[in-house]
């Protein structure tokens, strides 16, 4: 079966690290670009950060610009978000989706859901003291 599956999530304090995964199988992640979305209770869903399929373009959100890191690891047909320094509001569920980009060496679109092939079931991040 074709499918996502994200892990890592868990509860950390304010200023603490935690790096998720995304795992995919049955099909070759690396064809597809890949994003990180998430949603905070009472709030709409985000996009958080995206890398592309080819040529390491990466994009992120504002306000998680210089903590956050996004990676992909082909060879284990895995993609990861690395997020430093972490304040209670990246309390959220962390999604992560693929898709096939029109042009694979393009900067990714970041927070952009429509034509979107796969998506994890995602995991929750609780940043809290």
């Known amino acids: 079966q074709l499918q996502l599956v994200e892990s890592g999530g868990g509860l950390v304090q304010p200023g603490g690290s935690l790096r998720l995964s995304c795992a995919a199988s049955?099909?070759?992640?690396?064809?597809?670009?890949i994003g990180w979305f998430r949603q905070a209770p009472g709030k709409e869903r985000e996009g958080v950060s995206c890398?592309?399929?080819?040529?390491?373009?990466?994009n992120y959100l504002d306000s998680v610009k210089g903590r956050f890191t996004i990676s992909r690891d082909n060879a284990k047909n895995t993609v990861y978000l690395q997020m430093n320094s972490l304040k209670p509001e990246d309390t959220a569920i962390y999604y992560c989706?693929?898709?096939?980009?029109?042009?694979?060496?393009?900067?990714?679109?970041?927070?952009?859901?429509?034509?979107?092939?796969?998506w994890g079931k995602g995991t929750l991040v609780t940043v809290s003291s």
């Open positions: 049955g099909f070759t992640l690396d064809e597809y670009a």
């Open positions: 989706a693929a898709w096939v980009a029109r042009n694979p060496f393009r900067r990714c679109v970041l927070g952009r859901e429509n034509g979107i092939d796969y």
């Open positions: 890398i592309s399929s080819r040529g390491g373009s990466t």
